[in-house]
């Protein structure tokens, strides 16, 4: 049985406004699904770009598998994203017309084992808008307390 992998980037969800979500698929190195299988990866401050109708993920760090040999990967180098061509042309129309950004949500693995990324077509957020959202998770945790309050 294999162990699921769920490495989340919390800071686009707090920063960006998400539109559209998509799953992709990761062209990787043997020492590098390794490094994710373990859980260390990190796609905090990764975002995705297009280069030639091919999308690659960038600064996403993955950590040297420390039991391979001399053949090791790059922490921090370029990644090809595996999508639908159909998938590639809109979203890369919607980048270029709109002012869009993609940005990585989530890495994970599947039941078979393989590592897919997540990646938001996303709208950044302005200041007051972020304080707004703050203010409704708030009061939605204040009436959610109050409940169970009042259940008990």
Not at 31 to 37: A, D, F, T
Not at 89 to 117: C, D, H, Y
Not at 123 to 137: A, M, P, S
């Amino acid at each position: 049985m294999l162990k699921t992998v769920n490495i989340l980037n919390k800071r686009a969800r707090f920063d960006y406004e998400i539109i559209d979500r998509y799953t992709a698929g990761i062209v990787l190195a043997g020492s590098e699904i390794k490094s994710i299988r373990l859980g260390k990866a990190s796609i905090a401050e990764s975002f995705c770009e297009f280069h030639d109708l091919e999308l690659f993920a960038i600064n996403t760090n993955i950590e040297e598998y420390t039991f391979s040999r001399s053949f090791n990967h790059a922490p921090k180098s370029e990644r090809k994203l595996l999508l639908n061509k159909k998938e590639l042309k809109s979203l890369n129309k919607s980048v270029q017309n709109q002012g869009l950004t993609i940005v990585p949500l989530r890495l994970f693995t599947n039941e078979k084992g393989m590592a897919k990324l997540e990646i938001g077509l996303c709208r950044g957020r302005k200041n007051y808008d972020k304080r707004e959202n703050l203010k409704e998770q708030d009061t939605k945790r204040d009436i959610a307390r109050i409940k169970k309050e009042f259940r008990t």
